[in-house]
């Protein structure tokens, strides 16, 4: 089985752009979380989605958003993006929103120039 | 409020000596911890997840780890080191975010070396 899948790999933007990031999940998985890993971090929590609605939200402004669709893949999307936004875009599933581990895909760096 | 703390930001060993990679949790009540793995340029791959069954939890690969309550530890040991387990290494808790959600708070990393 393929497992989540996140597109593009690399995006490079300008300051005030906006960009959209997406992901699938593995199939079967309903839950699809997104966070942000800025070089040398961690991964922040930004969004959890399961079932088509927001469950969770992380300490990101309002210029983040997003969307879970009716085949549970999802969207990342940035508005006006800053400097501070380059990093790299982890989405993750799981079979529900509870405490089933997490599957990470590759991630989509995102350089803001 | 729940978080972890790993002990060492860089960790180097030789090959096929121990591995030992610390991480601290705070936790008002039994928490759900992983330990995740990150090679470069890639996403993250769990290693194991501790869930209040069995203290000492076996993982891929040959690492294990052991929860701790009186000592609020959660530290990864691996007997031998080998070149592939050069890499970022994540402690991580889970967090009740609400509505039968959790959301996952990573600590810092560990990156680990191997010396050949």
């Known amino acids: 089985d393929a497992g989540v899948t996140q597109s593009p790999t690399h995006l490079i933007k300008t300051r005030g752009q906006h960009v959209t990031l997406r992901c699938s999940p593995i199939?079967?998985?309903?839950?699809v979380s997104w966070y942000q890993q800025v070089l040398g971090q961690g991964p922040q929590f930004i969004f959890q989605?399961?079932?088509?609605?927001?469950?969770g939200r992380g300490n990101f402004p309002d210029r983040f958003s997003a969307r879970q669709f009716p085949n549970y893949s999802s969207e990342l999307n940035v508005n006006a993006l800053l400097l501070g936004d380059s990093a790299l875009y982890l989405c993750?599933?799981?079979?529900?929103?509870?405490?089933?581990?997490?599957?990470f895909g590759d991630g989509t760096r995102l350089s803001i120039l | 409020a729940q978080s972890v703390t790993q002990l060492d930001s860089h960790v180097s060993v030789s090959e096929g000596t121990p591995v030992l990679l610390r991480c601290n949790y705070s936790?008002?009540?039994?928490?759900?911890l992983f330990w995740y793995v990150q090679h470069p340029n890639k996403g993250l791959q769990l290693l194991l997840k501790y869930t209040s069954a069995a203290t000492l939890v076996k993982g891929i690969n040959g690492f294990e780890a052991e929860f701790k309550k009186s000592e609020t530890s959660f530290h990864l040991t691996k007997p031998s080191a080998h070149m592939s387990d050069a890499a970022e290494y994540f402690c991580v808790v889970s967090l009740y975010s609400g509505a039968g959600s959790y959301q996952l708070t990573f600590g810092k990393g560990t990156k680990l070396s191997v010396i050949p």
């Open positions: 989605y399961y079932e088509k609605e927001e469950r």
């Open positions: 993750a599933s799981s079979y529900d929103r509870g405490l089933q581990p997490q599957h």
């Open positions: 936790s008002s009540y039994s928490p759900s």
């Open positions: 199939s079967g998985h309903k839950s």
